[in-house]
């Protein structure tokens, strides 16, 4: 996959926020995806020392979710974990993954924010933006915004809201009575849209399978302390 690159990466944290303002004008808030052939989740695992990221992306069929491609590196991150730029730990790595893929995903999901965000310019927006893809963020905990819970059966739907009452992503429950994910978007899609492909993702469990495979990947590498690419 190409990566349309307009930025350095060994910047300071008042550089990375500038960084993210381009970011955030970037972002394509919109867009009608069809019915993508393939998807793709990413994720990583932290090594012991922190500074030892294991970044994975798996690619599925959809919408019977079989794996196609998975990849798993062994990368070193050097920019400081400070929150709000967590991007700038974690997207070189899974965008090095992304280069190396045979099949291109049509939509992607992160497992992170998107314009849930302080600066509406989570990981999902970084990635979108850098590869120009339509990108779901698919969080399991909130970063910033205040909601109501969603009904208890699956597919309900609240929503969550800044404190000026503008709309930062969907609070989703993927199955019944289990807690809700934060969907966000990365960028190349609509709100509406990305709330409906999150549960048509998550067939079995709370999170959507491309992300739930990703993590199941970049922890087995994480124990194997070794890089993979499997080939369907």
Not at 19 to 35: D, F, S, T, W
Not at 86 to 105: I, V, W
Not at 152 to 165: A, D, H, I, Q, W
Request: include cysteine; charged fraction near 25%.
């Amino acid at each position: 996959m190409q990566v349309y690159g307009f930025h350095p990466w060994d910047v300071t944290p008042r550089e990375a926020m500038r960084i993210q303002e381009q970011v955030r004008a970037r972002v394509i808030p919109r867009g009608r995806l069809g019915v993508p052939r393939l998807v793709a989740g990413a994720d990583l695992a932290y090594d012991t020392d922190a500074h030892t990221v294991f970044a994975s992306v798996v690619v599925l069929r959809f919408p019977g979710l079989e794996v196609v491609e998975a990849i798993a590196l062994k990368e070193q991150i050097s920019f400081p974990y400070i929150p709000g730029l967590l991007s700038f730990r974690e997207t070189p790595p899974l965008l090095r993954a992304f280069a190396r893929l045979r099949h291109e995903p049509d939509l992607i999901f992160v497992d992170g924010h998107g314009r849930s965000h302080p600066r509406a310019a989570g990981l999902a927006c970084h990635i979108g933006v850098l590869l120009d893809r339509p990108v779901i963020g698919c969080a399991k905990s909130v970063l910033v915004g205040t909601y109501q819970d969603p009904a208890l059966s699956r597919g309900s739907v609240s929503y969550l809201y800044n404190g000026r009452g503008q709309v930062l992503g969907g609070v989703l429950r993927t199955r019944d009575k289990v807690k809700p994910v934060f969907v966000s978007i990365g960028h190349r899609i609509g709100l509406a849209q990305a709330i409906k492909l999150t549960l048509a993702c998550a067939q079995r469990f709370r999170v959507p399978e491309p992300t739930r495979q990703a993590d199941c990947l970049a922890a087995r590498a994480k124990r194997e302390r070794r890089a993979f690419k499997i080939p369907a």
